[in-house]
């Protein structure tokens, strides 16, 4: 059983920084790739950062630079640095594990495992 647990969202101000974290069950870690999506309101889900199986982040545009993606696989955990928020960034917070082609490619479907989703506000 695949189970994906985020935790450290809340509300801040812009230019703050936020860690998410993404405690993850058994052997995820080994058997998929696994990343960051969000989604604001009224938009679609994205990709936002994910690990490649290299030791190395892909992120989308808009967070290039001011996020940072890691993972420590001893403690079965995804993080998500978040560094000079801003109120764009605002959304719910995803945590996924899929095929690391999809993965790596900040793709992810339905039948990706998904976790239940952690909510940022910046204002």
């Known amino acids: 059983h695949v189970q994906l647990v985020e935790s450290g969202g809340g509300l801040v101000q812009p230019g703050v920084s936020l860690r998410l974290s993404c405690r993850v069950t058994g052997d995820v870690v080994v058997r998929f790739c696994m990343g960051w999506f969000r989604q604001a309101p009224g938009k679609e889900r994205e990709g936002v950062a994910a690990?490649?199986?290299?030791?190395?982040?892909v992120y989308a545009d808009s967070v290039k630079g001011r996020f940072t993606i890691s993972q420590d696989n001893a403690k079965n955990t995804l993080y998500l640095q978040m560094h000079s928020l801003k109120p764009e960034d605002t959304g719910i917070y995803y945590c996924?594990?899929?095929?690391?082609?999809?993965?790596?490619?900040?793709?992810?479907?339905?039948?990706?495992?998904w976790g239940q989703g952690t909510q940022v506000t910046v204002s």
């Open positions: 996924v594990a899929d095929r690391c082609g999809l993965i790596q490619a900040l793709g992810a479907t339905s039948s990706s495992n």
């Open positions: 690990y490649h199986r290299d030791n190395y982040g």
